[in-house]
């Protein structure tokens, strides 16, 4: 006798027998294929524009750009090391200091009359 290794999240083959069986009451067997070649579009084109974007993301070689695309990384390259150099101005309305409060003496007892006396 061979033993039954539990498949991932600790489900093993009745479980996951008992959720295609769901599944398909759910969804109807007529559907199930439209499904399936719809999730499988979508993951296509998931991965054709994440493939778009990482080469978009590809740095250009100086080589290969403009003069304008040179000039303008020039330009910002100048204004972000001018920006380190500047140093920070102070607020134009002076922050005024915050009073610090005085602690509260707690009443002095006065000594009462004695009426017994």
């Known amino acids: 006798m061979t033993p039954v290794l539990p498949l991932a999240l600790g489900l093993g083959p009745p479980e996951i027998i008992l959720i295609i069986v769901v599944v398909v009451l759910l ?3 007529k559907k199930l294929p439209e499904l399936a070649r719809g999730s499988g579009r979508a993951l296509r084109i998931f991965k054709a524009e994440t493939k778009g974007l990482l080469d978009d993301d590809d740095d250009v070689k100086d080589s290969e750009k403009t ?9 910002r390259r100048a ?19 915050v009073h610090p409060v005085q602690p509260v003496q707690p009443p002095v007892e ?8």
């Open 110 to 117: 006065q000594p009462r009359p004695d009426s017994d006396r």
């Open 79 to 97: 204004e972000a090391a001018q920006r380190l150099e500047t140093p920070v101005q102070q607020p134009v309305h002076p922050v005024h200091p």
């Open 67 to 75: 003069e304008a695309q040179l000039q303008l990384d020039a330009q």
């Open 27 to 29: 969804f109807g067997a």
